[in-house]
């Protein structure tokens, strides 16, 4: 199978927003040590707004001046991003950082294996996409590969416990949000700019958590001076990383490809994930792990290279 230069930019730009993504799991670990969810979620999404803001204000601009925008405007089509943010963001940021806290690393992770499932299963109903044989085979392939890395977390995740109930129960909302935001963030798209719709929902989710905030979680600006440095550094890490960079280069690739294609390439996150904990940690790295990651990145260069993308659009197109 010939991949094309296309294709290959394509599986390039997904392995490293995965990687990005991958670093928030031990950044919710870290930063809930003295950081509330609700509260961490109002500190990543003012930070990630506050550095895409700038670039978007570049954007509008240039638009202003080369005399085209969108042919609906934002204000207009506030309830959309409000529902983007309500049954997408807050619950994938907020109930996330619950749920890992509340659960196992392990279980978190393999729960999080339904999220492309979710995916392919709500664009159909959602934007209308077709799964066809080649992305049921890629999903299974890549589906596999996780599997094969984690024989490790098959031993040691424990469902059953009524300990980690709660927080595996979280997690799995957390997924089928993530879900319904990757879709929904589709059908944005063909209205709006990437920068639109991560900033405006943003904003939108920052708004809604902080009015929680008083109420579920103490908050002292006596807090905020005790944060170490870890946890700055973990905030960042969402902000500007996860939420931030990611994101962007997650929406690209939307305009680009079906959400169904890309959501394959979320099962790189536990091998990028082993991959890291090998830098940072200097964890081992196993011939099982590298073998698993091969074939799940082989899924992933299956569903980009394999079909002709159908989900392109010019951005700012209306619908």
Request: proline share 4%; with cysteine.
């Amino acid at each position: 199978m010939r991949v094309s230069p296309r294709a290959a930019t394509d599986t390039g730009l997904l392995v490293l927003v995965n990687a990005m993504w991958a670093a928030q799991y031990p950044a919710y670990k870290t930063a809930t040590t003295q950081i509330g969810p609700v509260t961490l979620s109002v500190w990543t999404f003012l930070i990630a707004s506050a550095v895409l803001a700038p670039f978007l204000i570049r954007e509008h601009r240039a638009a202003a001046k080369a005399h085209s925008g969108n042919s609906l405007s934002v204000g207009a089509a506030w309830g959309n991003f409000l529902l983007l943010a309500l049954l997408g963001l807050v619950p994938a940021s907020v109930i996330l950082a619950w749920g890992t806290a509340l659960s196992s690393a392990s279980n978190a992770a393999l729960l999080y294996l339904t999220v492309p499932i979710l995916t392919a299963v709500l664009a159909i109903g959602i934007v209308g996409e077709r799964m066809s044989p080649v992305r049921w085979l890629s999903l299974a392939l890549s589906l596999a590969g996780v599997l094969i890395i984690s024989g490790f977390d098959w031993r040691h995740a424990d469902f059953r416990s009524t300990r980690f109930f709660a927080g595996n129960l979280l997690v799995l909302v957390a997924c089928a949000a993530s879900a319904f935001y990757n879709v929904y963030s589709k059908k944005l798209l063909r209205r709006f700019t990437p920068l639109e719709v991560l900033v405006f929902g943003y904003l939108l989710t920052a708004g809604i958590s902080l009015p929680l905030v008083p109420s579920i979680e103490p908050f002292s600006l006596a807090s905020v001076r005790a944060y170490t440095a870890a946890t700055w550094t973990a905030v960042l890490v969402l902000s500007v990383f996860s939420w931030g960079l990611a994101m962007v280069l997650w929406m690209y690739l939307l305009k680009r490809l079906d959400v169904s294609q890309a959501s394959v390439s979320i099962y790189l996150l536990p091998f990028l994930g082993v991959l890291l904990s090998a830098i940072t940690l200097n964890e081992k790295i196993t011939k099982t792990m590298v073998l698993g990651g091969l074939v799940t990145l082989a899924g992933t260069i299956l569903i980009t290279s394999a079909e002709s993308t159908t989900g392109a659009e010019p951005v700012g197109s209306s619908s």
